[in-house]
């Protein structure tokens, strides 16, 4: 004879009470889960009907980048200032738009002087990296800067850029490109069609004359910017200030920052040399 107790014999594991409030706990996931279920459609049947407006503006705002790149990359030479990479992408082309209006040139010119004033110690990190067989002049020039003596780094920060032009693309920045042309020596090199899409955009000022490379012949009578001959030819007594100094540095950033980058061709020998 079976003498194991009958189940209805066993203690409940769950109380009433207890099972009452388990399924009003249930039922108050289920409504719970209900709404989340509903609010995903919601918003499903909202993205529907904005994605495409998301869309357009992502596509449109692709196309109107380069542009803008172009313009900020120009109005910024132009200026004497040139782009640093360790810009954020939306600074070139608001400083480039605003430097160019007199309303609001001067904020520009102090935020540019304040990105590179702030930046000296990642600048010079970098360009001694790059071309370190320069290192001990490029350093000299920043220490000189930095202790205020701004008519020795000048001239510095200028040749290094031009030797650094010269050892890249086998051209000066400051000698034109041949007897009457107004364009620079490099400008072939930033012309070439080696270089992809953005290369060629940032090479852009290489190709044009601004004021650090414009002749005497080109130059304003009420001209006083920073310029390569009137600093290198003992024409100007008054360039030995920090904003000149700090738009050197940009000169001599850019130009290392810039023609480091690979053309097309290096990108493909490159490429061959790591296959097995």
């Not at 202790?147 to 920045?173: H, K, M, N, T, W």
């Amino acid at each position: 004879m079976d003498s194991s107790p009958d189940n209805n014999d066993l203690p409940p594991f769950f109380s009433e009470e207890q099972l009452r409030q388990v399924g009003k706990n249930l039922k108050h996931l289920s409504q719970m889960i209900g709404a989340a279920v509903r609010r995903i459609t919601e918003f499903r049947d909202e993205w529907s009907a904005i994605a495409p407006v998301i869309g357009q503006a992502i596509v449109r705002a692709a196309e109107e980048l380069p542009k803008k790149m172009r313009e900020a990359y120009v109005n910024l030479a132009k200026h004497g200032w040139y782009v640093d990479q360790g810009m954020s992408l939306s600074d070139p082309p608001r400083l480039g738009r605003e430097i160019a209006e007199p309303a609001h040139a001067a904020n520009a010119e102090a935020e540019l002087q304040e990105h590179f004033r702030s930046n000296l110690d990642r600048i010079e990190n970098e360009i001694c990296e790059q071309f370190p067989e320069r290192a001990h002049i490029i350093r000299a020039a920043f220490e000189a800067h930095r202790l205020g003596q701004y008519v020795l780094s000048v001239p510095v920060f200028l040749a290094q850029a031009d030797g650094i032009c010269f050892e890249r693309c086998q051209a000066y920045y400051f000698m034109r490109e041949k007897r009457g042309s107004t364009r620079p020596g490099t400008a072939v090199h930033a012309s070439s069609d080696e270089h992809d899409f953005w290369t060629a955009i940032i090479l852009l000022p290489l190709g044009m004359t601004g004021p650090l490379n414009v002749s005497k012949n080109g130059r304003d009578p009420e001209f006083s910017g920073l310029n390569r001959h009137t600093v290198m030819h003992g024409d100007s007594l008054d360039y030995g200030v920090e904003v000149n100094s700090l738009k050197a540095i940009s000169f001599l950033n850019y130009v290392s920052q810039a023609l480091t980058r690979m053309t097309w061709s290096e990108r493909i020998s490159q490429a061959k040399s790591k296959l097995p």
